[in-house]
């Protein structure tokens, strides 16, 4: 496995452009198996998650038709509409496979995927997914840990649907419900919809192939069901998270970064707070169709803050690890509180191992700010906690080792040599070579 090896205390100095979204990414790429015509998907992030998604879709059917083409661009058919089964052995390596669920069935009036287990954020229900299926009448059973969901009469039919639960709305369930709903038979409202904007990409998409849908963004989205739909060609929308993070690693090398296809649009809860820290953004250009180009920088005393993680658009969850460890360093006490997966605090021990000051109550944390954080080995658990720990590995004095580097891969393309590029010392290395 692989590991960072990380020498602190080097300012951010460059420019740097903002990769698709891979969370936009991975529900688009299911809904291409909503029709038997190319859909066509650009800039889309080269990840392990997206090419695990890509060796899905192949399971059930819907083949890559460009492999020549480079990886940012993925032209999708679907050759065997019979097929309908998600094994567990990919489901096991990335819930978000569970996407899959709602286009299976709308399409072909039949899907068994396996349920996706827990993860070290918390576990991951999928019941809200399954109340949505059920009240667009879907027949739905768990058999030796797979869902097995079916249409009666082969296709769907249109409901109204409040898909809310204890923690607020659900991303990928809205994406589940929505997509299922474009083929069914009438008309379906989903009321308490998540309002993430990769609800919305999703939803350009699909009207894209002819889907009538009205709302998304907001949290009553109506689709008028039709018959079926057709091909695509789509680019994936700007990753708020990998923007949300290079900008507070700027803020914690106190740095210079102009970042180019930033969504501004999509990050406001997270460009107030980074405001409230001190951190400046100043924006150059916002003629970029997807986002803009902005400038980060920051001022020498970073300013403690409150922070509350909440559905869009409130505070991301996604980017609660980063703030922390930008926290640590405030001239202060911050509170940060995790609503949406109230266990999303597997940093916390691994920041204090470099010298963070950090008292957990619950799902709430107060980092008392340091001067400094110090070089350490620590472990990545699992993709927004090693970026976390690559941050505060930036800033520390001294070496730190981020072990298990396997977690970033699935959600940052190429970070070590991005972060190189931009000044930083990050190394990959074999975590053999790095014992020696
Ligand atoms: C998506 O996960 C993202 N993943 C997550 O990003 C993100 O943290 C999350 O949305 C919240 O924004 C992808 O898009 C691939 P949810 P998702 O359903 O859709 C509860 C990352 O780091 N819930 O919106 O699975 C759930 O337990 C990943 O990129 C139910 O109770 O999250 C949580 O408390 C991590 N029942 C809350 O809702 C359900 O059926 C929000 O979860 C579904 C969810």
């Not at 969370?23 to 997206?50: F, G, K, Q, Y």
């Amino acid at each position: 496995m692989d590991v960072f090896l990380i020498e602190g205390g080097r300012r951010l100095d460059g420019r740097i452009r903002v990769n698709g979204a891979k969370n936009a990414a991975l529900p688009l790429l299911a809904a291409c198996l909503l029709t038997d015509e190319r859909v066509t998907l650009r800039e889309v992030p080269d990840l392990a998650d997206i090419r695990n998604m890509v060796r899905l879709l192949a399971e059930l059917g819907c083949h890559r038709t460009n492999e020549a083409e480079a990886p940012s661009v993925l032209s999708l058919r679907t050759d065997d509409p019979a097929l309908s089964h998600a094994r567990y052995d990919i489901v096991r390596t990335m819930r978000a496979s569970i996407c899959v669920l709602g286009p299976t069935l709308a399409r072909r009036g039949l899907a068994r995927v396996s349920m996706p287990g827990g993860c070290l954020i918390g576990d991951r229900p999928v019941d809200l997914h399954l109340r949505g299926l059920r009240a667009l009448g879907a027949q739905i059973e768990l058999d030796s840990g797979d869902i097995v969901a079916s249409a009666p009469g082969g296709r769907l039919r249109g409901a109204r649907i409040f898909l809310g639960g204890p923690n607020g709305s659900t991303v990928l369930g809205t994406a589940n419900v929505l997509s299922a709903a474009t083929l069914a038979k009438g008309t379906t409202t989903i009321e308490c919809a998540a309002c993430e904007p990769e609800i919305v990409d999703l939803a350009r998409l699909l009207t894209a192939m002819g889907a009538r849908i009205r709302g998304a963004g907001s949290p009553r989205i109506t689709i008028d069901g039709v018959e079926s739909l057709g091909g695509a060609d789509h680019a994936v929308m700007a990753d708020r998270i990998e923007a949300g993070t290079l900008m507070c690693a700027a803020a914690i090398t106190n740095g210079d970064l102009t970042i180019e296809n930033c969504p501004l649009d999509s990050l406001m809860a997270v460009v107030d707070r980074l405001d409230a820290i001190g951190v400046d953004i100043d924006v150059l250009d916002e003629s970029d169709a997807g986002g803009a180009l902005c400038r980060v920088t920051s001022q020498r005393m970073l300013r403690p803050v409150e922070i509350t993680t909440q559905p869009f658009p409130g505070f991301p969850t996604d980017l609660q690890a980063q703030f922390m460890a930008l926290l640590c360093l405030a001239e202060g006490n911050s509170i940060i509180t995790e609503k949406i997966f109230t266990e999303r605090f597997m940093h916390v021990p691994e920041l204090a191992r470099m010298g963070a000051r950090l008292l957990r109550q619950g799902s709430t944390v107060v980092v008392s700010g340091v001067r400094s954080l110090v070089g350490a080995p620590v472990m990545a658990s699992d993709l927004r906690a090693s970026a976390s720990l690559i941050l505060a590995g930036l800033a520390a004095r001294g070496t730190t080792v981020v072990n298990r580097v396997y977690h970033l891969d699935r959600g940052y393309e190429r970070l070590d040599e991005r972060l190189r590029a931009l000044g930083a010392s990050v190394t990959r290395v074999d975590e053999k070579e790095s014992a020696a």
